[in-house]
């Protein structure tokens, strides 16, 4: 199965960096064929997509609040995408989640896959 673990998260001041990573913790099945992407959550408010990925290391995508901020990046020898956060603000403050499938989408509701529990992000100013 596949079983997303999220990592990375914290408390960091605004201006800073932080990197998320989600690792595929499941013992028999690998999520390098699928396209990976990394979601938030802020209190209050719905779910959205930050970035996603496609399999093989492309397809790179991006909500427009975070390009050329963050940088989404996977290792598929290591199972694990990455998200780097640069140049964080106040408002990317939430919970982040990642998320694997084959079928992706980046309406949080249409994933058709698996979630990982999220890992908390806070910027203070």
């Known amino acids: 199965s596949v079983q997303l673990v999220e990592s990375g998260g914290g408390s960091v001041q605004a201006g800073g960096s932080l990197t998320l990573a989600c690792v595929n913790s499941g013992k028999q099945y690998s999520a390098y064929a699928m396209t990976m992407g990394w979601f938030r959550q802020a209190p209050g408010k719905e779910r959205e997509v930050v970035a996603r990925?496609?399999?093989?290391?492309?397809?790179?995508y991006y909500a427009d609040s975070v390009k050329g901020r963050f940088t989404i990046s996977r290792s598929n020898a290591e199972n694990t995408v990455y998200l780097q956060m640069n140049s964080l603000e106040p408002e990317d403050t939430a919970m982040y989640y990642c998320?694997?499938?084959?079928?992706?989408?980046?309406?949080?509701?249409?994933?058709?896959?698996?979630w990982g529990q999220g890992t908390q992000v806070t910027v203070v100013s």
């Open positions: 998320a694997a499938s084959h079928i992706f989408s980046c309406v949080p509701r249409r994933v058709q896959g698996y």
């Open positions: 990925i496609y399999s093989g290391g492309g397809g790179a």
